[in-house]
Nanobody, 115 residues
Framework: VQLQASGGGLVQAGGSLRLNCRASGIKFNINTIGWYRQAPGKQRELVAMISSGHTTNYSDSVKGRFTISRDNTKNMLYLQMNSLKPEDTAVYYC??????????WGQGTLVTVSS
């Protein structure tokens, strides 16, 4: 299983970015998948998850600003991030919590929000 994240970068506060995650080696359409982030000196935390049936779950800190979506025809996961804040600065990881009893992490993409 490979999860390849992209789309990170440097953006000013209030700006937007869209993160992408390409999945391979997995039955993408039947798996829950999501985004986590890890800021410097902090623990990795959930950002958003989306089930195979497109049910979504967001952390309180990003509700109303971020939107998670998936395209099962392309094995792609997305995270649209709007109204970005400096506290959103982190490495963002795509994550499959359970595929055949194992969890998988992508390599991460860095998002830096300047004030």
């Amino acid at each position: 299983v490979q999860l390849q994240a992209s789309g990170g970068g440097l953006v000013q506060a209030g700006g937007s970015l869209r993160l992408n995650c390409r999945a391979s080696g997995i039955k993408f359409n039947i798996n829950t998948i999501g985004w986590y982030r890890q800021a410097p000196g902090k623990q990795r935390e959930l950002v958003a998850m989306i089930s195979s049936g497109h049910t979504t779950n967001y952390s309180d800190s990003v509700k109303g600003r971020f939107t998670i979506s998936r395209d099962n025809t392309k094995n792609m996961l997305y995270l649209q991030m709007n109204s970005l804040k400096p506290e959103d600065t982190a490495v963002y990881y795509c994550h499959v919590p359970n595929f055949r009893g194992t969890s998988f992490w992508g390599q991460g993409t860095l998002v830096t929000v300047s004030s």
